[in-house]
C-alpha cells in the first residue's frame, strides 16, 4: 500500500463545476500536508498547505481529517485554466523534511 | 517564480555515463531536497541537504549521491546511468522545519 493515496482520475468536469479530490495517507506521524498543482511537463507549485481547522483560497478549499488520516481539496466554479494534475504531499517531519506524494490527480476542465 | 534554478533543462545520456546535475536554492533557504518523477508519476524522494550535511535519504542506490555547498547550492550526481533513470528531477528548496517547499523546473534527463 503506498503511504499516500489518491484516486489518479482524469477528472473531466465542465466550466462551473464543483470538483473535490481525496486523498489518504497511511503515517500518523505525518506533521504538514499540502496541495501542490503540477502543470504537464513542468514542477509542482505549491496550492495550498492543509490545516486541520481548514482553510480556504478563493475558489479553492482544503481540509484535514487527521483521525481518518484524509486529505481533501475542493474546487468552486472550475475554469478551463484549472485543467492540471493535483498532487497531495504529505511530510512526515521528525528531522527529515521529506515530502510524500500521492501519485497525482488528474483534473480537465471542458468548455 | 520561486527563484530556485535547474540545470542543464534538458540531457540524453548513454547507458552506463554519469551525469552532474545542479541546483540554486532560493535566497534565504538552507534545505535543499531532490526528487525524482518518472512518467505518470509522483515525485520520490531521492535526498535531503540541510547545511551541507545529509540529512535523510530515500529508497534509492548509493549511485545516486549529492553534495551542498556553503551558498546552499546543490548537485545530484548519478553513476552508472539506467535506462530505468529516464526522468525529471527536481530540486526542492525549503527553510525547513515543515515549511513549504518551491520547486525548480527540474531537468529532463533521457538515458538510451
Known amino acids: 500500500r503506498k503511504e499516500v493515496e489518491q484516486d489518479p482520475g482524469p477528472f473531466n468536469v465542465p466550466e462551473g463545476a464543483t470538483v473535490a479530490f481525496n486523498c489518504t495517507y497511511s503515517n500518523s506521524a505525518s506533521q504538514s500536508f499540502f496541495w501542490y498543482r503540477q502543470d504537464c511537463r513542468k514542477e509542482p507549485k505549491l496550492l495550498m498547505s492543509v490545516y486541520s481547522s481548514g482553510n480556504e483560497d478563493g475558489r479553492f478549499t482544503a481540509q484535514l481529517n487527521r483521525a481518518s488520516q484524509y486529505i481533501s481539496l475542493l474546487i468552486r466554479d472550475s475554469k478551463l485554466s484549472d485543467s492540471a494534475t493535483y498532487l497531495c504531499?504529505?511530510?512526515?517531519?521528525?528531522?527529515?523534511?521529506?515530502?510524500?506524494f500521492g501519485t497525482g490527480t488528474r483534473l480537465k476542465v471542458l468548455a | 517564480e520561486t527563484g530556485v534554478t535547474q540545470s542543464p533543462t534538458h540531457l540524453i545520456k548513454t547507458r552506463g555515463q554519469q551525469v552532474t546535475l545542479r541546483c540554486s536554492s532560493q535566497s534565504g533557504h538552507n534545505t535543499v531536497s531532490w526528487y525524482q518523477q518518472a512518467l505518470g508519476q509522483g515525485p520520490q524522494f531521492i535526498f535531503q541537504y540541510y547545511r551541507e550535511e545529509e540529512n535523510g535519504r530515500g529508497n534509492f542506490p548509493p549511485r545516486f549521491s549529492g553534495l551542498q555547498f556553503p551558498n546552499y547550492s546543490s548537485e545530484l550526481n548519478v553513476n552508472a546511468l539506467e535506462l530505468d533513470d529516464s526522468a525529471l528531477y527536481l530540486c526542492?528548496?525549503?527553510?525547513?522545519?515543515?515549511?513549504?517547499?518551491?520547486f525548480g523546473q527540474g531537468t529532463r534527463l533521457t538515458v538510451v
Open positions: 526542492a528548496s525549503s527553510s525547513g522545519s515543515g515549511t513549504e517547499a518551491f
Open positions: 504531499v504529505v511530510n512526515r517531519g521528525s528531522g527529515t523534511y521529506k515530502y510524500i
